[in-house]
């Protein structure tokens, strides 16, 4: 019988993923500590520029030139750490550092001298012809194209239309700025617009005057170059400057008169003609008045073109409509109706959702009348009884008297009030209270003449004292109530109103959907043919220029960003990825430009600071002799020699970086020629980064790292191993002794354990400075003090040793003690051998634990020498940046140490983990 085998794909691909994710930070952390650009957060987890200068820098690091002129500085003024040393200790570092600045120089320049001999040069790059092999590869890539390009071409042959073409090519021509040549001039031969000819004619007179103003400029100079008469240069000068104010795209009269023609041309050419013989002087003449004119033609011209422009630009959504057609117009005027309607349809929405608003609170505001109304209308009901028996007695006056027109008026009022409530259907709590009102003030009315001709009958007076109290009573609220009305007639015909411009604009709407649903096909093949006659405009300009062969710059630029951008929107190709070839080159250049300007820069701060060196070297030992004695001078070279580094090195230094970066992305995307100078570029950018560690600004972070590394493990060996001796003993009597107060002593240790120690930092921080004052190396500052503080949170590790000194079966301790051992026998040669897991498990944790502690570490060490490792590595973040190739590489050196004790007491973590942690 075959046995099947499972197959546990899904247990396989979520154990690579757990892995993968638990992983990557470890494989982050490395890859950042070796980078050389320190881009951490790179889209490429690798990088081809790696460097170990992170590690070199913490391990052994290397004073910069910077650093180097304030060492020198510091020792000179026997300040900070050489305020104690003696003078031929002092003059000894100096010298140390001082033949290290000049071995800085020297490596420096030969940096400088190999990257100006490297084929990142101008003169290498042109020996090598990587211009011509970037023509050779674009030159390929434009036959590709081209004939893509044709292909395409004479698919869309058939769906050519000489109307929308010319649309196409005149909102193409909308997004351009006017020119006698290139893209614009392509596109305005297509367009089939009256305003398009003229345009084109008067571009066509515009280049005429172009030329005309260069040929005139460039015959005035060679007239003038055979006389001598004042500011010559500075005139010859000038008007080899006339193309920069008149051009392709256009003319800059106004400047070009005040800047050239009044300050020079004709200030200085005028005294000349003075000078000149007649005849040559009005020839001269004439050449430098017919500059002028024609640069004042040239302007009046473009105007015209620009105004003509202007005007051919307004009339493109005109001439679209009629090249489209009706179907299309409907649609677009449709549309923009619905897009209205919709914007419409929302503030109306909005409008009827506050009215509605507001008719709840018009609501919630009469309500505030009911704790009167309800018992007014109570009382008149019981009111009403009473009169009613009254007027049923014997003595009754049948004679009726005048009736009281306050009490006619105020029921006349509450009339009004429930026919507003009628008219506006609130007939709610509040209606039926005041209908009942006004039901038993009609009552009333109804009888008033009768109430009053009786009013020396007892009952009758005191029910007509409390009605018109009761009436009064009401006035108290019956004028809000009409106010409350007033308002509520305004909202609920802003709410009619409003509902009903709702349901005509959603009826439109809908209209308008169905219109836009059944003309969409329509409207979205005319769409297509017109964006095929817009394709083909298009691809009909880079067909033009693909067919031109690349032999210089200009043409390869001409061709990627016009052609290029067009092949990559229709051909579905990524731009940057197409044509590297180019961009490569490119980049090239602009690294190749950075590094000759930085180059240049840096060899004048060398050339100058090592002058300041030399001064420095023939006075500096008098200087330090002088301290020596007392006398408090001070040298301005220190200043000097800063000043000059700080005006030097960010200049250089952003070319360089720079440069760098440019290496970088020709390394990571490289073109089809560029393979064979990675090598070199690899080398270029070696030296770029070797100079920056040479001139950059080290912070004193760098020069106390292993320093801190040792503070730390120091202070973590001296808390594990107190804690595990404190511990132990401590945990032991817990395990094997019987005593009044053993069971509150352990809750007590666990409720110990249950706090923070952060909430005990002021009073330990009180403690150690009171300590201080006594016992200094047991005060703030000290690693001595530091060690006194983490030695106190033990009470865990006593509950652990204790679970484990209970697994140790007391028969070995007794059969010890009948053979005459003490107690402290028993524990230190029988019980602490067996103990050796669960001691090492304490000694690991403890350890790694306080090398990594922070806050308290930074609150009670201040002095940079006595730092540990955690607080350290807080420098490499800055406030604003954070150096993360330092950063990643200081992280993994600092868990060289908790490794290596890990490694050495690996054996006894398991058993002691699981034994510990299990009450026998």
Do not use: C
Not at 2 to 9: G, L, Q, S, T
Not at 149 to 177: C, F, G, P, Q, T
Not at 589 to 603: F, K
């Amino acid at each position: 019988m075959a046995i099947e085998k499972k197959r546990y794909w899904l247990r396989h691909i979520i154990l690579i993923i757990v892995i993968a994710v638990v992983l990557f930070p470890m494989v982050w952390l490395i890859s950042t500590s070796i980078r050389r650009d320190q881009a951490a957060f790179s889209p490429h987890l690798f990088s081809t520029r790696i460097t170990l200068q992170h590690y070199k820098n913490l391990l052994f690091p290397e004073r910069s030139v910077q650093r180097l002129i304030l060492d020198i500085q510091e020792a000179t003024y026997k300040l900070g750490r050489f305020r104690d040393k003696s003078e031929k200790s002092i003059n000894k570092t100096v010298e140390k550092y001082l033949d290290k600045f000049e071995a800085l120089m020297s490596e420096s320049k030969q940096i400088t001298s190999n990257l100006t001999t490297s084929f990142l040069s101008r003169e290498k790059a042109h020996e090598l012809d990587i211009d011509k092999k970037m023509f050779a590869a674009l030159n390929k890539l434009r036959e590709e194209d081209l004939k893509q390009i044709s292909d395409r071409l004479n698919e869309l042959k058939n769906m050519e239309n000489e109307s929308m073409k010319s649309v196409a090519a005149l909102e193409i021509l909308s997004l351009l700025e006017p020119s006698t040549n290139g893209d614009f001039a392509f596109f305005l031969n297509i367009v089939n617009l009256q305003e398009a000819f003229e345009l084109k004619a008067l571009l066509t007179n515009f280049d005429s005057v172009r030329k005309e103003i260069l040929d005139t400029a460039t015959n005035l100079s060679s007239l003038l170059n055979d006389f001598d008469f004042e500011m010559k240069s500075e005139v010859l000068e000038s008007l080899s400057r006339t193309p920069e104010y008149i051009s392709e795209n256009g003319v800059e009269y106004s400047q070009w008169r005040k800047n050239e023609y009044f300050k020079f041309i004709r200030k200085y050419i005028t005294k000349l003609e003075k000078e000149l013989p007649e005849d040559v002087s009005e020839k001269i003449k004439a050449v430098r008045e017919s500059l002028y004119d024609s640069f004042k033609a040239a302007d009046g011209g473009w105007d015209n073109i620009e105004a003509l422009y202007s005007q051919l630009k307004e009339e493109l959504e005109a001439v679209k409509a009629k090249a489209l057609g009706t179907d299309y117009t409907d649609y677009i005027t449709a549309i923009e109706e619905l897009s209205s309607i919709d914007n419409e349809i929302t503030q109306k929405q909005k409008l009827f959702d506050q009215s509605l608003e507001g008719r709840l609170e018009v609501r919630e505001s009469m309500s505030v009348a009911v704790p009167i109304l309800i018992p007014e209308s109570e009382k008149l009901r019981s009111l009403k009884s009473l009169v009613e028996k009254a007027l049923e007695g014997p003595d009754l006056n049948k004679i009726e008297a005048e009736k009281p027109g306050e009490l006619v008026a105020f029921h006349n009022r509450l009339e009004d009030i429930i026919a507003s409530l009628e008219k506006l259907g609130y007939k709610d709590d509040i209606y039926s209270t005041l209908f009942n009102i006004k039901t038993d003030f009609g009552w009333f009315a109804e009888r008033a003449g009768l109430l009053a001709a009786n009013i020396r009958n007892s009952e009758i007076k005191k029910a007509l004292e409390v009605l018109d109290a009761s009436r009064i009573n009401l006035l108290r609220v019956i004028p809000d109530i009409e106010k409350v009305l007033e308002d509520a007639e305004s909202i609920e015909e802003k709410i009619a109103t409003t509902q009903k411009s709702l349901i005509e604009l959603k009826a439109r709407k809908e209209e308008l959907e169905q219109k836009i649903a059944d003309s969409a096909d329509n409207y979205n093949n005319i769409l297509e043919k017109y964006r095929t006659n817009v394709e083909i405009a298009k691809l009909e300009y880079a067909q033009m220029i693909s067919k031109r062969n690349i032999d210089d710059i200009t043409a390869a630029k001409t061709y990627v960003e016009k052609a290029g951008e067009v092949v990559s929107e229709y051909f579905g190709y990524k731009y940057n990825e197409r044509y590297r070839d180019f961009t490569w080159y490119e980049d090239f250049v602009e690294a190749q430009d950075n590094i000759a300007e930085g180059t240049s820069v840096l060899n004048d701060a060398i050339s100058e600071l090592r002058i300041h060196e030399m001064l420095l070297k023939e006075k500096i030992y008098d200087y330090i002799h002088l301290r020596f004695l007392g006398t408090p001078v001070t040298l301005d070279e220190f200043t000097v020699m800063i000043a000059s580094y700080n005006k030097y090195f960010q200049v250089f230094n952003a070319k360089y970086q720079r440069a760098s970066r440019k290496i970088s992305d020709l390394l990571d995307y490289p073109s089809s020629y560029s393979s064979q100078y990675n090598q070199q570029l690899k080398k270029i950018d070696r030296l770029l980064f070797r100079n920056n560690q040479i001139w950059m600004p080290k912070e004193s972070t760098y020069f106390y790292f292993t320093k801190w590394i040792m503070n730390s493990v120091i202070v973590a060996l001296m808390v594990a191993l107190i804690s595990v001796t404190v511990a132990a003993l401590a945990a032991y009597p817990f395990s094997r002794m019987r005593f009044f107060g053993r069971s509150q002593g352990l809750l007590f240790l666990l409720l110990i354990q249950m706090f923070p120690s952060i909430m005990f930092m002021i009073a330990i921080y009180a403690l150690l400075q009171f300590m201080g004052n006594y016992i200094p190396f047991l005060g703030l500052n000290s690693l001595s003090g530091l060690i006194f503080v983490y030695s106190g949170g033990i009470a865990f590790n006593i509950w652990l040793i204790k679970g484990y000194f209970d697994t140790i079966p007391d028969t070995l301790e007794e059969s010890a003690m009948i053979d005459g051992a003490t107690r402290f026998q028993t524990f230190w040669r029988i019980v602490l051998p067996l103990a050796r897991p669960i001691l090492a498990v304490i000694a690991i944790l403890t350890f790694m634990g306080i090398f990594n502690e922070f806050v308290m570490a930074r609150i009670f060490l201040q002095d940079i020498n006595k730092w540990t490792y955690a607080v350290g590595l807080q420098q490499f973040s800055g406030r604003f940046e954070t150096s993360w190739g330092p950063f990643t590489a200081a992280a993994l050196i600092g868990a060289i140490p908790m490794i290596t004790f890990f490694l050495i007491l690996q054996d006894y973590i398991v058993g002691g983990l699981t034994k510990g942690a299990v009450k026998g």
